[in-house]
């Protein structure tokens, strides 16, 4: 998820429940690139009430997980370049995005971080490239963590081990969990009109591109509320760091600065360094001139950083 301003947050506890509550209205914005959906393509063979994936192409196995109450459409512009040398998997996560949700206000990541490992066993996926944005990338570490033998590499899109960490370096899952619980009840509470006020704002902050920030909004509407509850809470107290040092599967960290309006480099620079220190072989690398949704706002860059994970053995 990782997608909230990162100006200068979190030094103290108070500036951490300052910016907790901003997730009340940041948290619920969903990303895409386009309002309208793609055409018709193949579905993969796999029933779950936790997710639904698109398949595009056909080469090596490339899986694209959006991140918090994302379509899969953030990432259609990338699937349709890749296609032509890969098998890209195209992920859409339950309660997001107009996706049915039937889990109440039930867990979130580890079942749906379950169902995509069972995703790749029983479609025959061979050390595939897993690329996560935002909670996507917190899914994509927690599998490899959690199978190494089956994630091939990752790539983290702006997107941190302990999304808290934003508030300071001192901020455990237990120091999080009363302002998670908070933003939790926020996503439920809030009516629609204010839900939607809240998600145009918002998406200021998270991409330079005017027709992503408008997409946003209406994946975010789209979304069942129950969901993002759900999901808000687990991200915001699921601390991956302590597992960082046993990992084997090679992993890039690609985050954004932006000197006009969003975070700035030493900032960034500095979190992500200090986050994924324990993390052997960690890539880390800087996109400029971009907010959260770094394939929207630089996608050459973005392109270009795709194919130099693919073009790398492992």
């Not at 200068?8 to 940041?26: E, K, M, T």
């Not at 899914?139 to 590499?153: E, K, M, S, W, Y």
């Not at 204010?194 to 979304?223: C, H, K, N, Y």
């Amino acid at each position: 998820m990782m997608f909230m301003s990162r100006h200068g947050g979190g030094r103290r506890l108070r500036a951490f429940a300052i910016a907790s509550a901003v997730v009340l209205g940041f948290g619920a914005v969903a990303f895409a690139v386009r309002a309208e959906p793609a055409p018709a393509v193949a579905q993969a063979s796999f029933v779950s009430d936790r997710l639904s994936v698109e398949v595009v192409g056909s080469g090596p196995d490339v899986v694209l997980i959006p991140g918090f109450a994302s379509s899969r459409e953030v990432w259609r512009v990338e699937a349709d370049r890749l296609r032509a040398t890969h098998r890209v998997h195209l992920v859409q996560l339950a309660g997001f995005a107009g996706e049915p949700w039937t889990h109440g206000d039930g867990p979130f990541v580890q079942p749906m971080a379950d169902e995509l490992a069972r995703y790749v066993r029983e479609q025959g996926l061979v050390r595939p490239t897993v690329v996560g944005h935002s909670m996507g990338g917190l899914t994509a570490v927690l599998l490899a963590q959690q199978h190494p033998g089956l994630i091939g590499r990752v790539m983290s899109v702006d997107s941190l081990p302990f999304f808290s960490a934003l508030f300071g370096p001192q901020v455990t899952a237990e120091m999080a969990r009363p302002f998670a619980d908070q933003a939790a009840a926020g996503m439920l509470s809030a009516d629609e009109a204010g839900f939607r006020a809240s998600q145009g704002q918002g998406a200021i902050g998270l991409a330079r591109d005017p027709a992503t920030r408008t997409a946003m909004v209406e994946w975010s509407m789209a979304s069942d509320r129950r969901a993002l509850a759900s999901a808000i809470r687990e991200v915001m107290t699921t601390d991956l760091r302590p597992g960082l040092a046993a990992m084997t599967t090679p992993v890039w960290a690609i985050y954004a600065a932006d000197a006009d309006g969003g975070a700035p480099a030493a900032m960034a620079d500095g979190l992500w360094a200090r986050e994924y220190a324990s993390l052997p072989g960690v890539r880390l690398i800087r996109v400029d001139g971009s907010r959260h949704f770094i394939m929207a706002d630089q996608p050459s860059r973005f392109a270009e950083l795709i194919d130099q994970l693919l073009a790398e053995p492992f």
